[in-house]
């Protein structure tokens, strides 16, 4: 709860930066974000997991203050079911292979401020939230996991007519993010370990603005790579990429 704090309050101390009144009188967008994600999920030295494709969803938020300068905000949940095979009881426990489900619940934020450089390309700088916690449910025990990770993040944004109303758009951006990652089983294992996640997005997508409407709607894809590294020297990566649909509604204050 603490991390998701953080990127709100980093998204209020961006804002607040600027003159209220200059605020007021510039765009805005809000609206929704969905992505229908494939998960090559996060494995330990014992673990093998075979997650669902889920959909992952949330607000999205912009403001123009100037002409070159703006602010985005973008937050997602999403649910995701994986079945997996766990050797630790053999190898900790004295037991057999462990078979059984996780229930998972994945968070990402994104907070950006953007300068524009051109007509067609934009640089970013901002802060990234991201984490995800189940619950253990096996033969032998149960337990419990949380991973929570916060920190900077910068890229390079593109937006490319391609007619009066229709545009490509495309984005690509690194972050540096650490925090900590909790386990704790009825077995009486627990464990506290500082982590550092370090990795890259990557997304492009076709949008078409609705002048009536005065609404944003655009359909595309989105990928992206985390490496996490343990204090006690472990490591492993996971992979997050599929199809993007998002709608937004433009207007004035």
């Known amino acids: 709860m603490k ?47 075979t997650t669902d494709p889920g959909i992952v969803y949330g607000p999205t938020f912009s403001i123009n ?21 766990n050797y630790s009881d053999s190898v900790l426990y004295g ?46 025990y149960t337990g419990e996991f949380d991973h929570r ?12 007519p391609v007619s009066d109303n229709f545009f490509i758009t495309g984005n690509a951006g690194s972050f540096y993010l650490w925090g900590d990652e909790e386990y704790s089983d009825t077995n009486g294992y627990t464990s506290n370990l500082d982590v550092k996640d370090y990795g890259f997005n990557a997304s492009i997508s076709l949008a078409y603005y609705i002048e009536p409407a005065s609404t944003s709607i655009s359909i595309g894809g989105r990928y992206q790579y985390i490496k996490t590294e343990y204090e006690d020297g472990f490591s492993n990566k996971s992979k997050f990429y599929g199809i993007t649909l998002s709608a937004a509604y433009l207007f004035s204050i």
């Not at 203050?65 to 095979?85: C, H, I, M, P, V």
């Not at 990770?149 to 490319?160: E, K």
């Open 65 to 85: 203050f100037t002409e070159k300068l703006s602010f985005t905000f973008l937050f997602l949940y999403g649910n995701f079911n994986a079945d997996a095979r």
């Open 3 to 49: 991390k998701i704090l953080l990127i709100f309050t980093a998204a209020l101390i961006m804002i607040s930066v600027f003159n209220p009144a200059t605020v007021s009188a510039v765009d805005m967008s809000a609206g929704v974000y969905t992505w229908y994600a494939w998960w090559d999920f996060p494995e330990d030295r014992y673990e093998k997991v």
């Open 95 to 140: 037991g057999p292979v462990s078979y059984y489900t996780y229930d998972i619940d994945r968070f990402d934020g994104d907070t950006a401020l953007n300068y524009k450089l051109n007509s067609y390309f934009r640089i970013y700088l901002g802060a990234k939230y991201s984490g995800f916690a189940y619950d253990i449910k096996a033969s032998t």
């Open 149 to 160: 990770t916060f920190g900077p993040g910068a890229g390079l944004s593109v937006t490319l």
